[in-house]
């Protein structure tokens, strides 16, 4: 079992930043991938970014070159470092675990960008 606890979201301008972070109970080097997704209102969740214990990442299209996936193995977490936000990008933000064959979920945190 992996407890995953998100923070660092909020209400930001279109333009602003933020950075979110995911706090693992598990000791992250053995946690084969980790990732956000995101959930707007009335669509279904969605891929943000992923990075692997190799160091790989992903993105989706939507956020390259805005968004970047980070990982600090001393403090068990994953980063999500959000720039140049659109309100497109309003959602609820979900840390993901992928360990041992199971998908585990944190409780989310929402991302409001609006003027």
């Known amino acids: 079992q992996v407890q995953l606890v998100e923070s660092g979201g909020g209400l930001v301008q279109p333009g602003g930043s933020l950075r979110l972070s995911c706090v693992t109970s598990e000791s992250i080097f053995r946690i084969n991938v980790m990732g956000w997704y995101r959930q707007a209102p009335g669509k279904e969740r969605e891929l943000v970014a992923t990075?692997?214990?190799?160091?790989?990442?992903n993105y989706a299209d939507s956020v390259k070159g805005r968004f970047t996936i980070s990982r600090d193995g001393a403090k068990n977490t994953v980063y999500l470092q959000m720039n140049s936000l659109k309100p497109e990008d309003t959602a609820v933000y979900y840390c993901?675990?992928?360990?041992?064959?199971?998908?585990?979920w944190g409780q989310g945190t929402q991302v409001t960008v609006s003027s």
């Open positions: 993901n675990a992928y360990f041992w064959g199971q998908n585990y």
């Open positions: 990075t692997t214990n190799s160091g790989t990442t």
